[in-house]
């Protein structure tokens, strides 16, 4: 563990050795589009990025940082829960993405009542275990400041163990929130 840094920088310079122009990624929580730009930015040229989020909000400010950007064409936005992943992402994408990552949490600066659970974001990991190609990685940053935070952590930590096989995972605590970083094993144990 890293104290000098944020975890929100650390998943950045960890994407950063994982991706490339040409890549697949998907944000399973837009937000407010920081990691949603950073895989444009990694995948472009070539790449192609899938976000979503359940709020208007967060997809309007995503959309207005990629424009700024002019990356705009390379992310589908979608207003759904990252439980819908498999319905919104083409077949064509099964076993050939990159990188996904997820902010678990609420939208700063918005409703504290409107925050990811465990119940969807345990579906959105199973999902992610089909889009992810041998070597992949999935990055989740889990708050657990807020009402039911502690024990989504939990669930996902829980989960990643159950999946040991197929996912070899670190651990970066902080204070707040917990990354959990993985790769997916080129094969299934």
């Known amino acids: 563990m890293n104290r000098s840094r944020p975890l929100t920088t650390l998943v950045h310079e960890l994407l ?12 399973a929580t837009a937000g407010n589009g920081h990691d ?17 989020d359940v709020q ?33 992402i083409p077949a064509a994408w099964l076993g050939r ?9 609420y939208l700063p600066g918005s409703d504290k009542q409107v925050t990811t659970g465990a119940g ?3 579906a959105a990991l199973e999902q992610s275990l089909a889009l992810l190609k041998p070597g992949g990685v999935l990055s989740v940053l889990a708050y657990r400041g ?13 989960w990643l163990t159950a999946h040991h096989g197929q996912l070899e995972c670190q651990l970066h605590e902080s204070r707040g929130p917990v990354l959990f970083y993985c790769t997916r094993h080129d094969r299934d144990l």
């Open 16 to 27: 950063a050795g994982a991706l490339q122009p040409g890549d697949l990624a998907v944000d």
């Open 36 to 52: 949603t730009l950073y895989l444009a930015q990694q995948v472009s040229p070539g790449g192609s990025v899938y976000a979503f």
């Open 56 to 88: 208007n909000r967060a997809l309007d400010a995503t959309a207005g940082k990629l424009y700024a950007a002019g990356l705009r064409d390379l992310v589908s936005l979608c207003r759904t829960g990252h439980q819908n992943m498999l319905h919104r």
């Open 97 to 105: 993405v990159t990188a996904i990552t997820f902010n678990l949490g």
């Open 120 to 122: 969807s974001t345990l």
């Open 146 to 158: 807020h009402a039911g935070g502690s024990d989504e952590a939990e669930a996902v930590q829980d």
